[in-house]
């Protein structure tokens, strides 16, 4: 797997305190030029589908859970790796100052028809609900956020951002 990237938050100014380590799995999903993601009304931002993999889940499965969880997707087939950022970010709960988070993305197929999604409490209430949207709109929308420093902007726009450029810059160089 390569490392796309470490990144660390602009709040970030010293790196002190308890810091929690967390895995993650985010799915990108492509039809044309239109991608699966999810947005959130709270933020006003696009996401990848994805989350957190306990310790002792396979990343893989884990993958497969929150894309069928977050987007009722079904017959989740991975395809490849695409690689992983390693991220560093405030995280002000259960004692800990920093979060230590690893974000792999795979290429992902799955079948056409999305099924009703099995959202948690917190993703409801934050009016999260997974959208087809072209790849350059949600880079845009997203970067306008960021431009207005929106104040509900959440601390991972950054690295979804990043992440839909570096996807496109991929599919540009594989034309």
């Known amino acids: 797997m390569r490392l796309?990237?470490?990144?660390?938050?602009?709040?970030?100014?010293?790196?002190t305190g308890a810091i929690l380590t967390r895995r993650?799995?985010?799915?990108?999903?492509?039809?044309?030029?239109s991608i699966l993601l999810l947005f959130t009304e709270r933020y006003n931002d696009f996401s990848f589908p994805g989350g957190g993999v306990a310790e002792e889940e396979?990343?893989?499965?884990g993958l497969r859970r929150e894309l069928e969880e977050e987007t009722g997707a079904s017959n989740v087939r991975v395809q490849r790796n695409f690689g992983y950022i390693e991220e560093l970010r405030p995280h002000r709960r259960s004692g800990?100052?920093?979060?230590h988070m690893t974000s792999h993305f795979f290429f992902?197929?799955?079948?056409p028809e999305l099924r009703a999604t099995r959202m948690e409490a917190y993703e409801t209430a934050n009016g999260m609900r997974?959208?087809?949207v072209e790849l350059h709109e949600a880079i845009a929308h997203n970067r306008g956020v960021m431009k207005r420093l929106e104040a509900t902007m959440g601390l991972s726009i950054q690295r979804e951002t990043f992440m839909l450029e570096e996807l496109v810059?991929?599919?540009?160089?594989?034309?």
């Open 4 to 15: 796309i990237k470490k990144l660390v938050h602009p709040d970030v100014k010293a790196v």
């Open 24 to 33: 993650a799995a985010r799915g990108i999903v492509m039809r044309d030029t």
């Open 58 to 61: 396979d990343l893989i499965d």
């Open 96 to 99: 800990f100052e920093l979060m």
């Open 108 to 111: 992902c197929d799955i079948d």
């Open 130 to 132: 997974p959208l087809w």
């Open 169 to 175: 810059n991929d599919l540009e160089n594989a034309v």
